[in-house]
């Protein structure tokens, strides 16, 4: 038996200014999208926004449902608007910011576990690392060159093509 030890590394800003610009405009996007969330559940509005490999932006935010489990987290709302909109174009990076009603968020507020999978699956389907930019309503920025580190062991398409299944 022997003990593996995960490490990883990112980096953690003080501002806004610290990102190259292009991503700068990627955070604001996703501070646009919190305007957009519907959570009146939670009262925990959450903005994503997605910068393409052409340059475009899309922007996502939460929705919620009174039957919790169809609600959906801004950054499904992102993937599924870029698949519907802009189908075939590999994703850069994604931002993630948020706000809560009664509560200032000065930490980073990072993918659910279900996001980090469907964000994998972009990864995979394109063949390209996709980059996190995470903030609060303020406060420090988390910058992540490759969303797979957020999610190690990870389940993936070659998983179940190592199982012998013909179907993938
Ligand atoms: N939420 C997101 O949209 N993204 C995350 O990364 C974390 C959580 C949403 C889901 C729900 O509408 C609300 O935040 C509270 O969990």
Redesign the pocket.
Known sequence: MKEIKLTIFYKELNSENELPASFQQLLKSAKEAIND?Y?P??N???G?AALLENGIIVKG????NAS?PA???????TLSAVSAFHPNIPIVALA?S?KAKNSELSNP????GL?RQAILEYDYRFQRNIQLILQGSSGKIIWIDDAKKLLPLYFGKDDIKASGSTNF
């Open positions: 969330s959570a559940y939670s925990f509005n959450v994503a935010s939460n929705q919620e919790s609600g959906i987290c801004a950054e499904g709302v993630v948020a507020v990072a993918p659910c996001c």
